[in-house]
C-alpha cells in the first residue's frame, strides 16, 4: 500500500512537469501527458500501472462529469439542444453500426456483433478529453457550448450499443425490441435518478446549519451518490450525474454562501487538475500492456486495423456535421433556430474536435475474458488495441492539428468579446447601484461618512466605465494602464506591510492571513478590469 502511494505520488509530481512543459509549448496538456504516459511505461517503476476499469468508472468519471456540468451553461445548452441532442444519440448509434460494419469487412474473422462492439466502445467522444483540449483553444463561444454539452451526453447511446452487443456475442443473440426499450429507460430513468439526489442534496445546502467547509465536502459526496444510485438500478450514472450536476449549476446562487462558492471553486479546479492529469498518463501507461494481450496478431497489422477505424471514424463523424448544418439550414424554413446558417467550416471543426478518452479505453477493459468457462471473449486483445490506437490518433493527431486548422479555416467568433460584456455589465451594475442608494437613502448619502464615501466611489467608477464604453483611444487605455500599475503596487506595498505585521507577537497570524486574501481579491478585481 505504501508502495502503492509513493507511487501515484511520483506521478503526480511528473503530470506537474509535463503540464509545465506543455505550458512552455503552448500544447494543450491533455496531449503532452498521454505522450509523456508512453515514454513512461518503458520504465520498470512504472510499467506495472494498471487501469481497472470499475476504479476509472466509479472514482474518476463521476467527479470529473460533475464538474463539467457544474461549468456548463445551462442557457448555451438549452439553444443548443437540438444539435447536442442529435450528436448525442442518434449520430452516436449512426457512427456505431457504420463501424460494424466496415470493421466486419475489414478484419478476418471479426462478426457484426463484435463489430457493433467496438462501434459502442469508439462512437461517443469522451467529455474530458473533448472539454479539457477545447477549453484551452480560441474558439467560438458557440462551438465550444456543443462540443461540451454534446460530449456530456453521448455516455446512454454507447453505453446501450456496448450492452447489447456484449450480448449479442456472449448469447449469439440480439433483440432490436429490447435494445429500444433498455435505450429509453436508461436515459429516462438516469435522468430522473440524477435530479432526485440533486434535489435533496439541494434541499441539505440550503436548510441545514451547514458551514463552507461542509458545503465543499458535500460537492465531492454529491456525484458520487448520483453514480452510483443510478448504475447500482442499471441505469446511466453519467447521465444521473450530469443531468443533477446541471440542476444544482443553477441553483448554485440560492443553495451556497459566497464563501462556500469562493472555496469551492478554488477546491474544485486543484482536484480536477489533478484528476485529468492521472487519467491521461494513465491512458499513455497502459501501451505495454495492450500489445502484449495482441497475441498471434501482428503489431503492424494491427496498427493498420487502427488506423483505417479512426479515418473512418473521423470521416463519418465530418460527414455527419456537414450533414446537420444542412439539415439545421433546411428546418429553418419551417422553425426557429439557434443558428439557420451555420456554413461549412464550424462543423468541420465540430467534426475534427472529436477526441476520445479515457472512458472508450475503460469501456473496452470492461470486456470480460471469458464468454463462458474455458472460452476466451473473441478478439478481445484486438478490440483493446484498436481503441488504443483510436485514442492516440483521435487525441493526439488530431488534438495536436485542430489549433492549425481553426487557424487556417479563419473561424470567426460573432459573438460580443467577452471584455466589452464585462464592462457593460459592470456599466449597468454601477448605474444600478448608485440609483438604489439614491432612491433608499436619498440625504444620507452626504450625511453618513460610510455611504457617502460608497457613493463617490460608485460614482467614479460608473464615470471610469462610462469612458470606457465611449471610447477606446489610445492615450485612455495608457491612463488606465497607469492607474492599474499604481493601484497593485499599493496592494503590493500592503502586502510587504502585513508581512511586517505578522512578525509582531501582539497579531494573529490567522487575521493576518485573512487580509491578505482580501487583498489577494481586490487585485483580482482590478486584473480583471482590465479594459485593453
Keep these: ?24 509549448l503552448r500544447i494543450a496538456y491533455p496531449i503532452v501527458l498521454v505522450v509523456g504516459g ?3 511505461s518503458y520504465f520498470p517503476a512504472f510499467s506495472n500501472v494498471k487501469i481497472e476499469p470499475d476504479l476509472v468508472f466509479f472514482i474518476f468519471l463521476p467527479p470529473l462529469l460533475y464538474e463539467s456540468a457544474w461549468q456548463t451553461s445551462w442557457k448555451e445548452f438549452w439553444k443548443w439542444r437540438r444539435v447536442i ?67 456530456l451526453m453521448n455516455d446512454a447511446s454507447s453505453l446501450i450499443v456496448f450492452r447489447f452487443a456484449l450480448a449479442a456475442v456472449i448469447t449469439g443473440q440480439f433483440h432490436w425490441q429490447a435494445a429500444a426499450n433498455s435505450f429509453f429507460w436508461v436515459i429516462v430513468m438516469g435522468t430522473l435518478i440524477g435530479l432526485a439526489i440533486g434535489f435533496v442534496f439541494y434541499a441539505i445546502h440550503k436548510w441545514l ?5 461542509i458545503e465543499v465536502v458535500l460537492t465531492f459526496l454529491t456525484p458520487y451518490f448520483m453514480y452510483y444510485a443510478a448504475e447500482h438500478f442499471h441505469f446511466s450514472g453519467v447521465l444521473a450525474v450530469v443531468s443533477g450536476g446541471l440542476l444544482l449549476s443553477s441553483k448554485r446562487q440560492s443553495m451556497l454562501t459566497y464563501l462556500s462558492r469562493l472555496q469551492s471553486t478554488n477546491v474544485w479546479s486543484s482536484l480536477v487538475f489533478v484528476l485529468n492529469g492521472l487519467v491521461f498518463l494513465l491512458i499513455g501507461l497502459q501501451l505495454p500492456t495492450v500489445v502484449q494481450q495482441l497475441g498471434d496478431t501482428s503489431i503492424v497489422t494491427a496498427v493498420g486495423y487502427g488506423l483505417a477505424i479512426s479515418f473512418v471514424l473521423t470521416l463519418c463523424r465530418i460527414i455527419c456535421t456537414l ?101 457593460s455589465i459592470q456599466h449597468k451594475m454601477a448605474q444600478n447601484s448608485l440609483a438604489y442608494l439614491e432612491e433608499k437613502y436619498g440625504k444620507n448619502c452626504l450625511q453618513n461618512e460610510h455611504i457617502s464615501n460608497l457613493y463617490e466611489r460608485l460614482t467614479i467608477e460608473l464615470s471610469f466605465l462610462s469612458q470606457a464604453i465611449e471610447t477606446r483611444e489610445t492615450s485612455h487605455g495608457f491612463t488606465i494602464k497607469k492607474n492599474q500599475t499604481i493601484y497593485l503596487e499599493l496592494l503590493e506595498q500592503q502586502r510587504i506591510l502585513l508581512n511586517e505585521i505578522n512578525h509582531l507577537d501582539e497579531f494573529d497570524e490567522e487575521l493576518i492571513r485573512k487580509y491578505h486574501t482580501l487583498i489577494d481579491i481586490e487585485e483580482y478585481k482590478i486584473r480583471e478590469k482590465a479594459i485593453l
Aim: aromatic share 10%.
Design 323 to 423: 450533414g446537420a448544418s444542412l439539415f439545421t439550414r433546411f428546418m429553418s424554413h419551417f422553425i426557429k433556430v439557434a443558428d439557420p446558417n451555420p456554413g461549412w467550416r464550424l462543423p468541420v471543426i465540430f467534426g475534427w474536435a472529436g477526441m476520445r478518452g479515457v472512458v472508450s479505453l475503460a469501456s473496452a477493459l470492461a470486456i470480460p475474458l471469458y464468454i463462458q468457462e474455458g472460452q476466451a471473449f473473441p478478439n478481445r486483445n484486438l478490440i483493446l488495441f484498436i481503441t488504443f490506437i483510436v485514442i492516440l490518433v483521435t487525441l493526439v493527431f488530431q488534438g495536436l492539428t485542430l489549433p492549425w486548422l481553426i487557424k487556417k479555416l479563419k473561424i470567426k467568433d460573432n459573438s460580443t468579446p467577452e471584455k466589452e460584456q464585462e464592462v
Design 85 to 151: 441532442a442529435s450528436f448525442a444519440f442518434p449520430i452516436v448509434i449512426l457512427t456505431s453500426c457504420v463501424v460494424a460494419f466496415v470493421s466486419q469487412a475489414l478484419i478476418p474473422g471479426f462478426t457484426l456483433a463484435l463489430g457493433f462492439l467496438l462501434g459502442g466502445i469508439i462512437s461517443p467522444p469522451d467529455a474530458i478529453s473533448a472539454t479539457t483540449i477545447m477549453r484551452q483553444l480560441k474558439v467560438p463561444k458557440r462551438l465550444l457550448s456543443i462540443i461540451e454539452g454534446e460530449s
Design 38 to 40: 508512453l515514454i513512461l
Design 1 to 24: 500500500m505504501q508502495t502503492l502511494f509513493i507511487e501515484y505520488v511520483s506521478l503526480i509530481l511528473i503530470i506537474l512537469a509535463l503540464v509545465m512543459f506543455a505550458n512552455k
Design 209 to 213: 446549519p451547514t458551514t463552507p467547509s
